[in-house]
């Protein structure tokens, strides 16, 4: 591990079952709340698509909006949100996928971006792959192009980068 990377761990604080048992949830607002922290992992989220020729980057709901803007800042570029449904105010697509228990929904505004714009997801914790993957193909739905997927965390015992298999997926920490 870098020291970044060291820094940046001891600001996730887990928090053992929430929201439901079993579940070790990742907090990152104390990462949030550390300027320097919250600089220098955006900077590492954008980086590897600095020269991507990104056209927007795309946050899902809702840390994926915090993490998102600034990272789209970083790369100038503007940001797409993605969100649960019924959020959204204009004419929406709206993709169903599924979960270990039963299924959700993703939507994005109908005219959110132009075909074949390049886009780049962002989110903070890559756990199974499912959210990810279900923006992912909204995205593509609307005509876009996905260049990849950017995570300030991924939790490589669920196994999400291989659900994303043959997209380029980053992320600043592996636990
Ligand atoms: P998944 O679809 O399983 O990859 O889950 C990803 C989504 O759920 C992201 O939006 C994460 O913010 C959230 N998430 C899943 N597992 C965790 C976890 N252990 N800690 C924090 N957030 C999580």
Same mark, same amino acid.
């Given at each position: 591990?870098?020291?970044?990377?060291?820094?940046?761990?001891?600001? =996730? %604080?887990?928090?053992?079952?929430?929201?439901?048992?079993?579940?070790?949830?990742?907090?990152?607002?104390?990462?949030?709340?550390?300027?320097? $922290?919250?600089?220098?992992?955006? #900077? $590492?989220?954008?980086?590897?698509?600095?020269? &991507? &020729?990104?056209?927007?980057?795309?946050?899902?709901?809702? %840390?994926?909006?915090? *993490?998102?803007?600034?990272?789209?800042?970083?790369?100038?570029?503007?940001?797409?949100?993605?969100?649960?449904?019924?959020?959204?105010?204009?004419?929406?697509? &709206? *993709?169903?996928?599924?979960?270990?228990?039963?299924?959700?929904?993703?939507?994005?505004?109908?005219?959110?971006?132009?075909?074949?714009?390049?886009?780049?997801?962002?989110?903070? =914790?890559? $756990?199974?792959?499912?959210?990810?993957?279900?923006?992912?193909?909204?995205?593509?739905?609307?005509?876009?192009?996905?260049?990849?997927? &950017?995570?300030?965390?991924?939790?490589? $015992?669920? #196994?999400?980068?291989?659900?994303?298999?043959? %997209?380029?997926?980053?992320?600043?920490?592996?636990?």
């Amino acid at each position: 591990m870098t020291t970044l990377e060291h820094r940046l761990t001891r600001l =996730v %604080r887990d928090v053992p079952d929430f929201p439901k048992k079993g579940i070790v949830f990742k907090d990152i607002t104390p990462l949030l709340a550390d300027a320097a $922290a919250l600089r220098e992992a955006t #900077k $590492a989220m954008a980086m590897p698509y600095w020269e &991507s &020729s990104i056209d927007h980057v795309v946050g899902i709901e809702s %840390r994926g909006f915090i *993490l998102g803007a600034i990272v789209a800042r970083a790369l100038d570029v503007g940001f797409i949100p993605v969100r649960k449904p019924g959020k959204l105010p204009a004419k929406v697509m &709206s *993709l169903e996928y599924a979960l270990e228990y039963g299924s959700d929904t993703l939507e994005v505004h109908a005219d959110a971006c132009m075909s074949e714009a390049r886009v780049l997801i962002v989110d903070d =914790v890559l $756990a199974t792959g499912g959210t990810a993957g279900a923006a992912g193909e909204l995205m593509e739905r609307l005509g876009a192009r996905v260049v990849g997927f &950017s995570f300030l965390l991924q939790l490589s $015992a669920l #196994k999400g980068r291989e659900r994303l298999a043959e %997209r380029r997926v980053e992320s600043v920490l592996t636990l």
